[in-house]
């Protein structure tokens, strides 16, 4: 029996599924456990499929994310019934909701580097662009028939975000027959997806243009960075995010990283990006992770930032 087909036996054998995320989900870890409940629930009707802790997400998460709806919080006694499913989180720290642990059995599903190795059953391809790749070729080979609009308009935002639009060197050729199948379905429909999650409000351009002022430059080591301090998110009424992508693509910037305070984690989360330098050894040393061009750390204090710049520097 192949992996494919031992995870969907066990699926098959639970009336229960707890879908989990991991902390400050994006799109791809949204879009992963959006697309998996709405694909059970069209196979399985009967069987109860709840995503643990959508319900502590903000509006602001939730509504930009097309059509998504939380369906209320669940009890210990009924996570300990069932199987969990984590999407897209290499390692248990980083899991949402710590309660996975009370679950049977917990199956993996991931396409970040291989640093934590749980699961009962555990589905890791590095390859693949995005969960949302893994989970459209999990799907598609169960049930293709079951991968209706709803399911690929999680699974297309999941793809279109982690390669922002098929630009990053992460999107393959699998990525775009998994695209091209996903256009069958979406028709028009990913017309207004693009617009729904590219779309600005005047807010968000005023937003973004302020935070481009507090952008540094070291051209010396071709190095920018940004610390966006919480005030400039009350004063827009945005949520803390890292706006690394506003460093982006410009000349001679090989490596940027930025920083804000999570006030709900107490600790300031890092963001790190490249164009060509592996810089997720620097996130994992300051308590990170993630992709080779695109990781993420978390440090105590404001002035430890400076030690991770030294640290890009010397890459
Ligand atoms: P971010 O900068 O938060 O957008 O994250 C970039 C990539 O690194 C994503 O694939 C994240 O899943 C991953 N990542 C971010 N923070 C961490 C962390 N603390 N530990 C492991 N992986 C992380």
Not at 163 to 180: E, G, H, K, M, W
Not at 262 to 284: C, L, P, T, Y
Request: proline letters at 3%; charged letters at 25%.
């Amino acid at each position: 029996m192949n992996l494919y087909d031992r995870i969907i036996e066990l699926i098959k054998k639970y009336d229960k599924i707890s879908l989990f995320f991991h902390q400050n989900p994006d799109y791809d870890c949204l879009g992963s456990v959006f697309a998996f409940q709405s694909f059970l629930k069209q196979k399985y009707p009967k069987k109860i499929v709840m995503i643990i802790g959508i319900e502590t997400l903000t509006d602001e998460v939730l509504l930009n994310f097309p059509s998504i709806k939380a369906n209320g919080s669940a009890k210990d006694t009924w996570i300990n019934k069932s199987l969990g499913i984590v999407c897209d989180t290499s390692n248990r720290e980083r899991i949402n909701d710590q309660r996975y642990m009370l679950c049977e059995k917990i199956i993996k599903i991931d396409h970040h580097p291989k640093v934590d190795d749980y699961g009962y059953l555990s589905f890791v391809n590095e390859k693949a662009s995005s969960c949302c790749e893994i989970l459209f070729d999990l799907f598609y080979y169960w049930s293709k028939k079951n991968i209706k609009l709803n399911v690929a308009k999680y699974l297309y935002v999941g793809i279109l975000t982690d390669t922002n639009r098929f630009a990053y060197p992460n999107t393959t050729t699998q990525t775009l027959d998994v695209a091209i199948k996903l256009f069958d379905i979406l028709g028009d429909e990913r017309i207004k997806i693009n617009q729904k999650l590219y779309s600005r409000t005047l807010n968000d351009v005023a937003f973004f243009a302020e935070v481009q002022t507090l952008v540094k430059y070291d051209q010396k080591n071709n190095l920018a960075w940004l610390i966006i301090p919480n005030s400039l998110f009350k004063k827009y009424k945005k949520e803390p995010q890292s706006c690394v992508g506003c460093m982006s693509n410009i000349k001679d910037i090989n490596v940027w990283a930025s920083l804000y305070y999570d006030e709900k984690a107490n600790s300031w989360k890092g963001s790190i990006r490249s164009n060509s330098i592996d810089i997720s050894k620097v996130a994992k040393k300051y308590n990170g992770g993630g992709h080779k061009l695109a990781s993420g750390f978390s440090i105590p204090k404001e002035s430890q930032f400076n030690k991770v710049l030294i640290d890009l520097k010397k890459l």
